[in-house]
């Protein structure tokens, strides 16, 4: 029954693992849309900073080029980190599902000892109550 336990806890360790990485990897994705947005915003403050000064047209011209550059990176690498997340969350789901197996397990090897000390305990009452028989004659 030690093997089971034993199983048990590596499984939950395993989850536990998984949950830590999952959580790191969702910081990184909030992070990378949060400078996303925050890209976004200094896009249309340059706008609007623009729009006041007629000088500055060749200068918004490159900055808008460098923004979208500057945004495309930064959507590429939530994309990825999405990808990771997914990847994250059904490894974890798979680390549940084993640890279900094992707890499922250790609970059918416990219903089996079960049994088998009630069968044990019927057959010595039952072997107690043949000699009892047997020496009332």
């Not at 996303?36 to 011209?61: S, V």
């Not at 499922?104 to 072997?127: C, F, M, S, T, Y």
Request: glycine share 6%; hydrophobic share 45%.
């Amino acid at each position: 029954m030690s093997w089971a336990k034993s199983l048990i806890k590596l499984s939950s360790y395993e989850a536990e693992v998984l949950q830590k990485r999952l959580s790191e990897i969702v910081d990184r994705r909030v992070a990378a849309e949060l400078k996303l947005a925050m890209l976004e915003a200094e896009g249309e403050a340059e706008l609007a900073f623009t729009a006041e000064e007629a000088a500055t047209g060749l200068y918004r011209a490159g900055f808008m080029d460098g923004l979208k550059l500057r945004k495309a990176s930064a959507q590429s690498a939530i994309d990825l980190i999405l990808m990771e997340e997914q990847g994250a969350r059904d490894a974890l789901a798979e680390a549940f599902e084993a640890q279900k197996k094992y707890e499922q397990i250790a609970e059918n090897i416990r219903v089996d000892e079960r049994k088998e000390l009630g069968r044990r305990e019927v057959a010595a009452l039952d072997e107690l109550g043949l000699r009892r028989a047997a020496a009332g004659r």
